[in-house]
C-alpha cells in the first residue's frame, strides 16, 4: 500500500470518528450513504477508465512510447504529449490512467508533465461549455495565455527532473 492510500484511510477514519463524535451514527450513516452514491455513479466510468488504460499498455509497443514520449524524445516528445493531454477527453479517472500506463511504458517526466498540464489548461472538450458560459473572448484569451505552459512545464521537468521516465 502506498503513502496516499495510507493517507486517505486515516484521514477517512478520522472523519468518520469526528463526525460519530460530533453528530451521531445518523449523520455518518447519511455521509457513508452519500459517499457510496457518488462511488456508484462514477464506478462505470472508473472501469471503464482502467480497461482502457490496461488495454493501451497491451496494445501500444513500448518501444514507440520511447521513442515519442521517452526521455530523450525532448521538444518532440513535449509537443506530442501536449497535443495528447489537450485532446484527452474527460477528468482525472480518465487521464492520470493513461499519464500512468504511460509512465509504466517508458514516457519521460518532461512529456508527462506536458501532458498533465496541457490536459488540465487546454482541454478540448471542455471549450463548448466554456464558451457557452464565459464567452468566445474570454475563452480564447485564457487559451492565448497558458498556450507556453504545457510546452514550459514539460522542458522545466525534463531539464531540471531528468530525462527518465
Keep these: 500500500m502506498d503513502s496516499a492510500t495510507i493517507i486517505m484511510i486515516v484521514l477517512a477514519v478520522a472523519l468518520m470518528v469526528f463526525t460519530y463524535q460530533r453528530d451521531g451514527g445518523d449523520v455518518l450513516l447519511a455521509g457513508l450513504e452519500r459517499g457510496g452514491r ?68 517508458g514516457a519521460g517526466i518532461g512529456p508527462l508533465v506536458a501532458f498533465v498540464t496541457a490536459w488540465s489548461l487546454w482541454a478540448l472538450s471542455r471549450l463548448p461549455l466554456e464558451i457557452a458560459f464565459v464567452g468566445t473572448r474570454l475563452t480564447l484569451i485564457r487559451l492565448a495565455s497558458t498556450l507556453i505552459f504545457p510546452p514550459l512545464a514539460g522542458w522545466i521537468a525534463m531539464t531540471f527532473f531528468g530525462h527518465s521516465g
Excluded at 477508465?49 to 530523450?72: C, N, Q, R, Y
Design 38 to 105: 457518488t462511488l456508484w455513479g462514477i464506478l462505470p466510468l472508473l472501469l471503464a477508465a482502467f480497461v482502457v488504460a490496461g488495454l493501451a499498455e497491451s496494445l501500444i509497443p513500448k518501444e514507440l512510447i520511447a521513442s515519442w514520449l521517452g526521455g530523450d524524445s525532448g521538444w518532440k516528445g513535449i509537443f506530442i504529449a501536449s497535443g495528447i493531454g489537450a485532446i484527452t477527453p474527460g477528468g482525472p479517472f480518465v487521464s492520470y490512467p493513461l499519464v500512468a500506463v504511460l509512465y509504466k511504458s
